[in-house]
């Protein structure tokens, strides 16, 4: 008597799981590129409010209206004129101002979520 176990699945379902795992994976990819690309121009607006915002601090207090920046893209350390007010922004940043002006605007760029222009004060800066 030859008994054979059912137990087990098939090849054919197997490859139906996988193909469905690699659909999934392949919906979720591009959602996690846009909320991480989402998220690094989050962090850069927040970092061009803080830079604007210790700029403004620096104008009072030294009554004048433009201080120069000097940025470490490797490790996003601020020094000069401004590092008594912010000592640490993002890092990566291709573009970063090295001076702000009142009333003018400047602009901040990550390769990851692209070039953003702000006022002086670090709002987004619409024509």
């Not at 098939?10 to 590129?33: D, K």
């Not at 909320?35 to 850069?44: C, D, I, L, P, T």
Request: with cysteine.
């Amino acid at each position: 008597m030859n008994i054979r176990s059912k137990k087990g699945f098939t090849l054919v379902e197997i490859m139906i799981v996988v193909v469905i795992i690699a659909l999934l994976a392949a919906m979720a990819l591009p959602a996690f590129q846009k909320v991480r690309q989402n998220s690094r121009a989050s962090a850069m607006k927040n970092d061009a409010r803080q830079l604007a915002s210790a700029a403004q601090q620096y104008f009072l207090e030294n009554n004048t209206t433009s201080v120069n920046i000097a940025y470490t893209s490797s490790t996003g350390a601020i020094t000069g004129n401004l590092q008594a007010y912010v000592k640490q922004i993002g890092t990566g940043y291709t573009t970063c101002p090295t001076a702000i002006t009142a009333d003018s605007t400047f602009t901040m760029s990550h390769a990851l979520c692209g070039s953003f222009t702000f006022n002086s004060e670090g709002q987004i800066y619409h024509n």
